[in-house]
């Protein structure tokens, strides 16, 4: 597996911890570098995943698999609140799907 293979959740070091951002891998327990650029914080996480890499091969023989993700899922909701939905969704001259998605990411920024 490659560096690329694996996502990394980048987020900023509060000031009166440093500053700064960290990058970690959802994949890879523990894995995570810092710098004082988001740029800088890439590069050094290259040098954490080798290291994680070369760690783990000694210690298990093996490395996690990446999570994937086929950008569906289902939920299931009260018909009201479908209906409610899909109406919003034809007043805003969008499908329903684009509406919740809009909706999911709203309230993703707001967290």
């Not at 939905?85 to 001259?93: C, S, T």
Request: proline share 7%.
């Amino acid at each position: 597996m490659k560096f690329e293979d694996y996502p990394i959740n980048v987020s900023p070091i509060p000031a009166d911890e440093g500053g700064g951002y960290m990058v970690s891998f959802p994949d890879l327990p523990g894995c995570i570098a810092d710098g004082n650029t988001i740029e800088e914080a890439v590069i050094e996480a290259h040098d954490a995943f080798d290291a994680w890499v070369m760690a783990e091969q000694e210690d298990k023989g093996k490395l996690p698999v990446p999570k994937t993700y086929s950008g569906q899922f289902v939920q299931r909701i009260p018909k009201s609140l479908h209906q409610q939905l899909d109406r919003r969704a034809e007043i805003e001259g969008v499908s329903l799907n684009q509406l919740a998605t809009s909706f999911l990411a709203q309230g993703l920024s707001r967290h």
